[in-house]
């Protein structure tokens, strides 16, 4: 390394050019990063969407889930199968291994939709297959107004928006939400139809045929092939109300607009949705796997400019939530932090150096490092999120040590009379063995990490590469660039004066040296107190990057009708929309629900808004169930989730209510929320057999008439542009009382026979969705819980399920987000355990030495007991940005003590006594030591201290850095020394009792 060095030295310009073309070529490679909000901590998922229209949650399940679900299952790689049967709509997610390949498994599942086609119903359409999950968070949410209808502002997001959204990369499916839905109702005279000896089915029956486009053979002119089709489609209500019906008896037609009314509309939305207060058309984009956020919404904004109205001239859509604005407002937080960080860094040095120019290297050294890095990153197509750029910014402190180091070296030469050259080799030949062990130990930490999880590899490897990279290239930095830079401005011999030690220092020094055992009792303590405290940490899964904000949910009583439900919405968010904390309010309403989003302002205490919301449920109590859940996990706000089997939903249900009274009385839960629909009430047509039989009737030829009279079936599909328009055919009083009094049967004999003669009209409740995990019937419960601490709600909830079994038949399961939980603090503490081995074994191959490593690495688990009690004293939650900073920490706490054994080392070669050598190579790189521990743990002051969006990504992982560093390294300063003279006694017994002059050379031998 120290010829390196020499040779660049002996041609700057050369590598001064060098250096200025990787950082050039860096900046030009870090605009084509994939850059996500999040790591991809998600499996890979498919979801197959069908719909059944009109068709209820058990008919949708019978007739459509299972046979999806059964073929889902014999896919290659499939995880989990879930599905949610809710009316007109099956919706199977097929959940994969990390390790399937998606579009292998997607092609795969088609295959086999294919074969189960001619057992969908007739009236099912085809399905659609999206690479995404309905568990994930939509990438964006657009609200469409300013048409001059809801129904024009529908259509348009329909038939425009919508097809040039689908037509973005990366995006797996786009939801319109709220849209009334075009179509051509046929509204039948039930006298006419009587008279004519007709039904509603027969009549939509007779539309279907009329209405058709069919293949009808092919004709050869010649030479030439010519494709036929008999061609019936219509172009719109007009044309349909002139189709025959029936013919007269003098020979004339009967068309359908004479025996009904046939009048081209918009069917109410299945929801309503409302931005502002304000009905609204929503759209919601999700992102496909691996798709490029930045690129995909850049497409997306580019749409929406290209059919952006004049002012006042039509629909335009405004974003309500934006992950691409998310991730674009924390990286330029982000940048700013990095700045100040930078700032704060170069603040310590020059306090430290007093040197202008030796300051300004080391920074120099920082975007150079980072600049290389990201090239590399580019060249080996990895992917970045806000964590990892969170971690670079945090390197600007980091990525300064080594530099730090090379020019306290070459000070030390400068100031002993060297020149300049002569200094800056001497100073690299003098540290460059143990900076670039330090940082092949902070590298070989992450190492082991990526070995043990698969899991954590997928969503955090770009997290560790950068930093690998970003270190490694700092030390080139240091190596080369930091040499040439101070070729050319340094100022001469004698740079700065020469660093004196603090006399306290010196103190405490020679009283832990003559004192070793209570040093390491002190130690020992410091230990023993953390892990006193260790057991009342609060574990999460979440990293604190989504949109902060909450979610109010609205429960009325069972079969209340969706316009009181929006009426009762409303109300509740007019109040949450005047809290100060509320930036955007949006609301969705679907039958007796309504679910109310309030995203909050960047500056808004969260815990304030959580009061504020929780005052206004108080104050609006009454016949609406008002339930309050977090927008995302982590913070002031987690859920835990419980899924409950069992042989059929009416016992669940009653399972849950018992069980539910209990889980409230729990100190950790705050409120209890069955993840389903409250049940509906349904008029049941209860059939008398006997009857039916005497007058030739079947029970399904009933249960079809009925829905044709009731709910018109689909009649027809005429296409318009990119959408279809339904025709669809019922009685004129549909939806009426009177509908079931004037319904008649067509009997065998061609008589009318009325409906009230066969049947009796019974009131029930049914489900208005049905859930299935792994083909058991399940129901989701969610409790929100009062702290944070996840795993300890979780703990209590299983001591109560033990105490009070489920009955016969039933079974409960915690939900996932606990298994995560304990399943990332395992791979994390075994991933920290070895690291410290593989930091270890490194260090041993460097020094020749077993126990010098020993005495570098008794203080790296002090900078956990740190990272324990900053925790514990702020109530912050142990995430993935803690454990990222405790990996992290395993290398560079091991630097401290490196570069000190370095010193005493050298101190031992030259004839001192290990005593007088800990001193003296304590008080040798004092310097560096404080510099780099400062340096490091100002540039985490910024981000520490910023409250801003993904601010929950940064904060927690420069605390960990910042209490973990300044812990050990304090520790560091007098335990490594007060150590090192009774390793060295220890290791010359071990060789037999020589010179301990020569066996103690070998600690820290370079």
Same mark, same amino acid.
């Given at each position: 390394m120290t010829r390196l060095t020499a040779l660049v030295l002996s041609r700057p310009l050369g590598g001064i050019t060098v250096c200025l073309c990787l950082a050039a070529l860096g900046l030009v490679a870090a605009w084509g990063i994939n850059v996500s909000l999040s790591s991809g901590n998600r499996y890979p998922a498919l979801t197959v969407g069908i719909n059944l229209p009109d068709a209820g949650p058990e008919e949708?399940?019978?007739?459509?889930?299972?046979?999806?679900?059964?073929?889902?299952?014999?896919?290659?790689?499939?995880?989990?199968?879930? %599905?949610?049967?809710?009316?007109?709509?099956?919706? #199977?997610?097929?959940?994969? /291994?990390?390790?399937?390949?998606? %579009?292998?498994?997607?092609?795969?599942?088609?295959? &086999?939709? &294919?074969?189960?086609?001619?057992?969908?119903?007739?009236?099912?359409?085809? @399905?659609?297959? %999206?690479?995404?999950? @309905?568990?994930?968070?939509?990438?964006? #949410?657009?609200?469409?107004?300013?048409?001059?209808?809801?129904?024009?502002?529908?259509? +348009?997001?329909?038939?425009?928006?919508?097809?040039? *959204?689908?037509?973005?990369?990366? *995006?797996?499916?786009?939801?319109?939400?709220?849209?009334?839905?075009?179509e051509i109702m046929v509204d039948c005279d039930p006298g006419r139809l009587r008279a004519l000896g007709l039904t509603a089915r027969q009549v939509a029956l007779t539309v279907n045929r009329a209405i058709m486009d069919l293949p009808a053979g092919v004709l050869r002119p010649g030479d030439e092939r010519l494709p036929l089709r008999v061609a019936g489609q219509?172009?719109?209500?007009?044309?349909?109300?002139?189709?025959?019906?029936?013919?007269?008896?003098?020979?004339?037609?009967?068309? *359908?607009?004479?025996?009904?009314?046939?009048?081209?509309?918009?069917?109410?939305?299945?929801?309503?949705? &409302?931005?502002?207060?304000?009905? #609204? #058309?929503?759209?919601?984009?999700?992102?496909?796997?691996?798709?490029?956020? %930045? &690129?995909?919404w850049s497409q997306v904004e580019g749409e929406l400019r290209a059919l952006a109205p004049a002012e006042g001239a039509g629909p335009r859509a405004e974003v309500v939530y934006s992950q691409a604005s998310m991730l674009s407002e924390a990286m330029?937080?982000?940048? +700013?932090?990095?700045?100040?960080?930078?700032g704060a860094a170069a603040a310590v040095l020059y306090l430290f150096l007093r040197h202008l120019a030796s300051t300004l290297a080391v920074l120099a050294a920082v975007p150079f490092s980072l600049l290389v890095a990201l090239l590399l990153v580019r060249l080996l197509g990895i992917e970045l999120d806000v964590v990892s750029l969170s971690g670079l910014a945090l390197a600007m402190g980091i990525l300064v040590d080594n530099a730090v180091v090379v020019i306290e070296a070459a000070?030390?030469? +400068?100031?002993?009379?060297?020149?300049?050259?002569?200094?800056?080799?001497?100073?690299?030949?003098?540290?460059?063995?143990?900076?670039?062990?330090s940082t092949l130990t902070t590298v070989g930490g992450f190492l082991p990490l990526l070995l043990v999880s698969e899991k954590v590899r997928q969503s955090l490897g770009g997290f560790f590469w950068g930093m690998s990279l970003s270190l490694l290239t700092s030390l080139m930095a240091a190596l080369v660039l930091v040499p040439l830079l101070l070729l050319f401005t340094g100022g001469g011999a004698r740079p700065a004066p020469v660093f004196q030690a603090p006399a306290l220092y010196r103190r405490v020094l020679a009283w832990g040296l003559k004192r070793p055992g209570l040093v390491a009792l002190i130690a020992a303590a410091t230990l023993g107190a953390a892990g006193l405290l260790a057991p009342g940490l609060n574990f999460q899964k979440g990293a604190g990057l989504e949109t902060r904000g909450l979610n109010l949910l609205v429960v009325l009583p069972p079969g209340t009708a969706k316009t009181v439900t929006d009426q009762e919405a409303t109300l509740l968010e007019d109040k949450l929309a005047k809290l100060p904390q509320v930036q955007r309010v949006h609301s969705r309403v679907w039958g007796s629900q309504g679910r109310i989003t309030a995203i909050l302002t960047p500056e808004a205490e969260e815990r304030a808004a959580l009061a504020a919301a929780d005052q206004i449920l108080a104050e609006n109590k009454g016949q609406a169930q008002l339930h309050l859940l977090p927008l995302h996990e982590g913070g002031e706000q987690? /859920?835990?989730?419980?899924? *409950?089997?069992?042989?059929d939903l009416a016992g669940i249900m009653s399972w849950q209510a018992e069980l539910g009274k209990r889980l409230r009385e729990l100190s950790q839960v705050k409120d209890v929320v069955v993840r389903m629909g409250s049940p509906t009430p349904e008029l049941e047509i209860f059939l008398d057999h006997r009857r039916l039989g005497q007058v030739g009737l079947k029970a399904g030829a009933v249960g079809e008439e009925v829905r044709a009279h009731l709910t018109g079936p689909v009649a027809a599909r005429i296409p318009r542009g990119e959408q279809e328009i339904e025709v669809r055919v019922r009685g004129r009083e549909a939806e009426t009382p009177a509908a079931l009094r004037n319904l008649f049967l067509p009997g065998p004999q061609g008589a009318m026979i009325p409906l009230e003669e066969v049947a009796i009209n019974r009131i029930r409740t049914r489900p208005p969705e049905l859930m299935r995990e792994d083909l058991r019937r399940a129901i989701q419960v969610s409790l929100v819980l009062r702290q944070g601490d996840t795993l300890a709600a979780a703990e209590a909830v299983a001591e109560l399920m033990a105490a009070q079994p489920p009955p016969a038949g039933y079974a409960w399961q915690m939900g996932e987000e606990v298994e995560r939980i304990r399943a990332t603090r395992q791979e994390m503490l075994t991933g920290v355990a070895l690291a410290l081995v593989l930091v270890y074994l490194i260090m041993v191959a460097a020094t020749e030495s077993l126990l010098g490593p020993l005495v570098v690495l008794c203080s790296a688990p002090l900078a956990g007991a740190g990272v324990v009690a900053a925790l514990r004293s702020l109530s912050l939650a142990v995430d993935m940005p803690v454990y990222l900073g405790g990996i992290i920490l395993c290398g560079l706490v091991v630097n401290v003590g490196i570069v000190m054994l370095d010193a005493m080392a050298r101190q031992r070669r030259d004839g001192f006594a290990p005593a007088e050598a800990a001193a003296q190579g304590a008080l040798r790189r004092l310097r560096p030591v404080l510099m780099t521990t400062l340096g490091t743990s100002a540039a985490t002051l910024p981000l520490l201290l910023d409250r801003g969006v993904g601010s929950g990504a940064w904060a927690p992982l420069a605390l960990t850095l910042a209490a973990g560093l300044i812990t050990s390294a304090c520790f560091s300063l007098v335990l490594t020394p007060a150590l090192f003279p009774l390793a060295a006694r220890l290791e010359a017994k071990i060789h037999g009792g020589k010179n301990s002059k020569n066996t103690c050379v070998s600690l820290g031998k370079t």
């Open positions: 949708v399940e019978t007739l459509v889930t299972r046979l999806v679900e059964e073929e889902a299952r014999a896919v290659a790689g499939v995880r989990k199968v879930f %599905s949610l049967s809710r009316t007109g709509r099956s919706q #199977v997610t097929v959940e994969l /291994t990390s390790a399937s390949r998606i %579009s292998e498994a997607a092609q795969d599942l088609r295959g &086999r939709l &294919r074969r189960i086609k001619p057992k969908l119903p007739h009236d099912a359409k085809p @399905p659609v297959i %999206s690479q995404y999950s @309905p568990a994930d968070q939509p990438a964006a #949410v657009l609200g469409i107004t300013g048409g001059e209808s809801l129904a024009a502002t529908g259509d +348009w997001a329909r038939e425009i928006l919508a097809p040039r *959204l689908r037509r973005v990369e990366g *995006l797996a499916e786009v939801q319109v939400s709220g849209a009334p839905e075009p219509v172009a719109g209500a007009a044309e349909v109300a002139a189709l025959p019906v029936a013919g007269r008896p003098g020979g004339g037609v009967l068309t *359908l607009g004479q025996i009904a009314t046939v009048k081209a509309g918009h069917r109410d939305p299945q929801e309503i949705t &409302r931005l502002g207060g304000r009905p #609204v #058309v929503t759209i919601a984009l999700f992102q496909a796997g691996g798709a490029n956020l %930045s &690129r995909l330029g937080r982000l940048a +700013w932090m990095a700045l100040i960080a930078a000070h030390h030469h +400068w100031q002993a009379g060297l020149d300049r050259r002569q200094g800056l080799v001497a100073g690299v030949g003098e540290v460059a063995s143990p900076i670039a062990f987690a /859920t835990l989730s419980l899924h *409950l089997f069992g042989p």
